[in-house]
């Protein structure tokens, strides 16, 4: 079946210190990939994607992934985190070459970063 | 921008009531679908809509059911609460002009069972 692991549950860190968050998923075709974000209160929210090309990926405020095939792996990362970064941080997996709709997603890391 | 509304921020309701959640999405999404949150469970899957009157169960269906009489709105029921169903709803929109699994999130309903 398919899954998405998250490694983390919880992350504290202060802020201007680097962020790196793990995903692995467990599918044997073709994947589009996604982190959602859930800031406090607000929807949850695309942060970043990857369908294909460039394994490395950008999405909204300083946030990369990298997509690592063969360690069905795709990590989140940021150089410099900030106190507004706090929120909670989804992975997401669905296999492309399939008729199906369903998104499987990670059970979420919270951050929390102390300013 | 893509709008996914829910009808309601926060719901109290009794164990055995039928409970209504609404959603609506302005973007003309062919792919609607309902998920509840728990923590340290991620999103699951209840149910899913890709057309009107069309609906498939996702993971974990059992107590639900849902309705799509119109394109832009979908509805997740529950025939009779109860207190394991004390839960964060999210509502969600997808489309074909969207890449598969890219999804647009409504604001969420809080529901409390009692």
Not at chain 1, 7 to 18: D, G, Q
Not at chain 1, 83 to 100: K, P, Q, R
Not at chain 2, 76 to 100: D, F, H, R, V
């Amino acid at each position: 079946a398919q899954s998405v692991s998250q490694h983390n549950h919880h992350v504290i860190l202060s802020e201007a210190a680097s962020l790196e968050l793990g995903c692995n998923y467990s599918y044997g075709g073709t994947v589009n990939l996604f982190w959602y974000v859930q800031y406090p209160g607000q929807h949850l929210q695309l942060l970043l994607k990857y369908f294909s090309g460039d394994p490395l990926v950008k999405g909204i405020k300083g946030f990369e992934a990298e997509f690592i095939k063969s360690k069905f792996s795709f990590n989140l990362r940021k150089p410099s985190v900030q106190w507004s970064d706090t929120a909670e941080y989804f992975c997401a997996v669905i296999g492309t070459n399939t008729g199906g709709f369903k998104t499987i997603f990670g059970a979420g890391t919270r951050l929390f970063v102390k300013a | 921008d893509v709008k996914v509304t829910q009808s309601s921020r926060y719901l109290v309701k009794r164990t055995g009531e039928k409970v209504f959640l609404e959603c609506v999405q302005d973007m003309d999404h062919e792919n609607m679908f309902w998920y509840r949150q728990d923590p340290g469970l991620g999103l699951r899957l209840i149910y899913f809509s890709y057309d009107v009157k069309m609906k498939e169960k996702g993971d974990i269906p059992e107590g639900y059911s849902v309705s799509r009489e119109k394109k832009e709105r979908f509805s997740l029921i529950l025939e009779s609460a109860s207190t394991n169903q004390t839960s964060m709803y999210l509502c969600a929109s997808t489309g074909t002009g969207t890449k598969k699994g890219e999804q647009y999130f409504g604001p969420g309903t809080r529901l409390t069972v009692t």
